[in-house]
C-alpha cells in the first residue's frame, strides 16, 4: 500500500500553485537588481511574493526581509539593539535558543518564544510588552489566524516549507523602525537587511504557495484536519488507556498531536512506522536522530520516561479518514507486539 505522510510540521508538501510558480520564474532571466527591463521583471516577482507575504501574515510590504528560512531569520537576536539579554522561552524551537544569552547582569528586555510549538502543538500566549517580543510564527502561517500588525510583537520569523513552499527560503518580518544590523553584508539587498542575490525561485514559490495557504484557512480546511486529529487520539486512547496526550485540552495547532506511551521509545516508534509505510517524528525535524528525550517536554516538566517515549503526528490538507484508520489500526498492533516481547 502506499506511505502515508504525517510529518507535515517538519515540511510541508510543495503546493501546486508554489510549483507553477517557481516553473514560471526559471523563465525569468533578469537579475532583480539590474534596471533594465528583463532587471525589472524579476524584481517585479520578488516585490509580488513580498506583498502575498504580508497580506497573509498581517503586516506591511516594507516590514517583509526575504531570507534562507527561519534559522537565518533567527539570527538578528544575536544582535538585538540595546545588547540586553534575551530570554528564550523554554519550549521554543533550537533557531531561538541557539541565541539564548543569560546575563544575570542585565536587566531582561527582549523574549523570544514560539507561537505554536512545533513538537506539541500548543499555542502560547503572547508576553506583556509584546513590542519587546519575537516570535517564532513557523509553524502557525496558514493555520491559525494571526496578525503581525495586531500582535505588537517587534519581530516575527516564518519558514516557507511549512505551508507548502520550497525548502531553503523563509523570511523575517522586522517591525518598521527598528534598527537591526544587516543579516548578511554585501550589495545592500532586501532593503540593507539581507545582502546577497535574491532566491527568486524559491521567493517566487513562497508567495504562491503562502497565499493559498491563506485561503485554505479562511476555507476551513484545518477545522476538518483537526476532526482527523481528535479522532486519532480516541482510536490511540482506546487501544492504550495509559497514553499521555500532551496539550489536550489547551489550544493547539489542528494538526498536531503529541502522545506518549511509557516504555515504548519514540525513536523506535519512529522506526516500526517507518518501516510499516507511515512517516511521523520524534520531536521537531532539526532534532531527529538524536536518541534523547524531548527538551521541549523535559521542560514541561514530564519525566524523563514520557519525554523520551513521546512521538508527534502531524496531520494536513491531504491527509484522509482511511489514512488515520489505518495508522490507529498499525499502531495498534506494533505497540501489543511490543508489549508482549516486553513482557
Given at each position: 500500500?502506499?506511505?502515508?505522510?504525517?510529518?507535515?510540521?517538519?515540511?510541508?508538501?510543495?503546493?501546486?500553485?508554489?510549483?507553477?510558480?517557481?516553473?514560471?520564474?526559471?523563465?525569468?532571466?533578469?537579475?532583480?537588481?539590474?534596471?533594465?527591463t528583463e532587471?525589472?521583471?524579476?524584481?517585479?516577482?520578488?516585490?509580488?511574493?513580498?506583498?502575498?507575504?504580508?497580506?497573509?501574515?498581517?503586516?506591511?510590504?516594507?516590514?517583509?526581509?526575504?531570507?534562507s528560512g527561519?534559522?537565518?531569520?533567527?539570527?538578528?537576536?544575536?544582535?538585538?539593539?540595546?545588547?540586553?539579554?534575551?530570554?528564550?522561552?523554554?519550549?521554543?524551537?533550537?533557531?531561538?535558543?541557539?541565541?539564548?544569552?543569560?546575563?544575570?547582569?542585565?536587566?531582561?528586555?527582549?523574549?523570544?518564544?514560539?507561537?505554536?510549538?512545533?513538537?506539541?502543538?500548543?499555542?502560547?500566549?503572547?508576553?506583556?510588552?509584546?513590542?519587546?517580543?519575537?516570535?517564532?510564527?513557523?509553524?502557525?502561517?496558514?493555520?491559525?489566524?494571526?496578525?503581525?500588525?495586531?500582535?505588537?510583537?517587534?519581530?516575527?520569523?516564518?519558514?516557507?516549507?511549512?505551508?507548502?513552499?520550497?525548502?531553503?527560503?523563509?523570511?523575517?518580518?522586522?517591525?518598521?523602525?527598528?534598527?537591526?544590523?544587516?543579516?548578511?553584508?554585501?550589495?545592500?539587498?532586501?532593503?540593507?537587511?539581507?545582502s546577497g542575490?535574491?532566491?527568486?525561485?524559491?521567493?517566487?514559490?513562497?508567495?504562491?504557495?503562502?497565499?493559498?495557504?491563506?485561503?485554505?484557512?479562511?476555507?476551513?480546511?484545518?477545522?476538518?484536519?483537526?476532526?482527523?486529529?481528535?479522532?486519532?487520539?480516541?482510536?490511540?486512547?482506546?487501544?492504550?488507556?495509559?497514553?499521555?496526550?500532551?496539550?489536550?485540552?489547551?489550544?493547539?495547532?489542528?494538526?498536531?498531536?503529541?502522545?506518549?506511551?511509557?516504555?515504548?521509545?519514540?525513536?523506535?516508534?519512529?522506526?516500526?512506522?517507518?518501516?510499516?509505510?507511515?512517516?511521523?517524528?520524534?520531536?521537531?525535524?532539526?532534532?531527529?536522530?538524536?536518541?534523547?528525550?524531548?527538551?521541549?517536554?523535559?521542560?514541561?516538566?514530564?519525566?524523563?520516561?514520557?519525554?523520551?517515549?513521546?512521538?508527534?503526528?502531524?496531520?494536513?490538507?491531504?491527509?484522509?479518514?482511511?489514512?488515520?484508520?489505518?495508522?490507529?489500526?498499525?499502531?495498534?498492533?506494533?505497540?501489543?507486539?511490543?508489549?508482549?516481547?516486553?513482557?
Amino acid at each position: 500500500m502506499s506511505r502515508v505522510y504525517l510529518d507535515w510540521n517538519a515540511t510541508a508538501p510543495l503546493r501546486d500553485e508554489a510549483k507553477a510558480a517557481m516553473l514560471a520564474a526559471m523563465d525569468v532571466a533578469g537579475n532583480p537588481s539590474s534596471v533594465h527591463t528583463e532587471g525589472r521583471a524579476a524584481k517585479a516577482l520578488v516585490e509580488k511574493a513580498r506583498a502575498q507575504v504580508a497580506e497573509a501574515v498581517g503586516c506591511k510590504p516594507q516590514e517583509v526581509i526575504f531570507t534562507s528560512g527561519a534559522t537565518e531569520a533567527a539570527s538578528f537576536l544575536s544582535d538585538l539593539p540595546g545588547g540586553h539579554a534575551v530570554e528564550v522561552d523554554p519550549t521554543a524551537h533550537d533557531a531561538l535558543w541557539a541565541h539564548h544569552r543569560p546575563d544575570p547582569g542585565a536587566e531582561v528586555q527582549w523574549r523570544a518564544l514560539g507561537l505554536a510549538n512545533s513538537e506539541t502543538g500548543i499555542v502560547s500566549d503572547l508576553p506583556e510588552g509584546a513590542d519587546r517580543a519575537v516570535i517564532d510564527a513557523t509553524q502557525a502561517i496558514g493555520r491559525l489566524p494571526f496578525a503581525f500588525g495586531w500582535s505588537g510583537a517587534a519581530a516575527a520569523i516564518v519558514s516557507a516549507h511549512k505551508f507548502g513552499g520550497p525548502k531553503g527560503v523563509g523570511a523575517l518580518i522586522l517591525r518598521e523602525g527598528l534598527d537591526i544590523p544587516a543579516l548578511q553584508r554585501g550589495g545592500g539587498q532586501e532593503m540593507g537587511r539581507r545582502s546577497g542575490t535574491e532566491n527568486i525561485l524559491g521567493i517566487a514559490g513562497t508567495g504562491a504557495a503562502i497565499a493559498a495557504a491563506l485561503q485554505d484557512l479562511a476555507a476551513g480546511t484545518w477545522d476538518r484536519v483537526a476532526q482527523l486529529r481528535d479522532s486519532l487520539e480516541a482510536a490511540v486512547e482506546a487501544a492504550a488507556p495509559d497514553t499521555i496526550f500532551v496539550g489536550r485540552g489547551t489550544q493547539r495547532l489542528p494538526n498536531t498531536t503529541c502522545f506518549a506511551t511509557p516504555g515504548w521509545k519514540g525513536e523506535t516508534q519512529v522506526m516500526t512506522m517507518d518501516l510499516a509505510g507511515f512517516a511521523i517524528s520524534a520531536g521537531s525535524a532539526c532534532s531527529s536522530g538524536k536518541v534523547k528525550a524531548s527538551r521541549v517536554l523535559t521542560a514541561m516538566g514530564y519525566p524523563g520516561e514520557v519525554a523520551g517515549s513521546a512521538i508527534r503526528v502531524s496531520l494536513g490538507p491531504y491527509t484522509t479518514e482511511e489514512d488515520i484508520a489505518r495508522f490507529a489500526d498499525v499502531w495498534t498492533d506494533k505497540r501489543k507486539r511490543h508489549a508482549t516481547r516486553a513482557a
